[in-house]
């Protein structure tokens, strides 16, 4: 698994959706990369604060494939560094 594949799967990562297998490629991923460990970090930290916050339920569908196409170019821009 490269970078860009992490994060095309985050979403379902995190929402608990991979199965064991792919889940367990992500987790090695992430224990072996830096950046994508502090990507994920930061990302899950947003979540939470998202949904501490009053009246905020689950993400509507389109917020949540306008922040799937959002990760990318920003994947991409992390590894042109
Ligand atoms: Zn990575």
Known sequence: MNC???M???VDFLGGE???ERRETVELHIRACPRCEVYVASYTQTVKV???LPKCG???ATF????RQLLE???KARQDD
């Open 64 to 67: 949540e494939a306008r922040l």
């Open 50 to 52: 998202a949904r501490a």
């Open 58 to 60: 689950r993400l509507p």
């Open 8 to 10: 095309s799967l985050l």
């Open 18 to 20: 991979l199965v064991q």
């Open 4 to 6: 860009s594949e992490l």
């Open 73 to 75: 170019p920003e994947l």
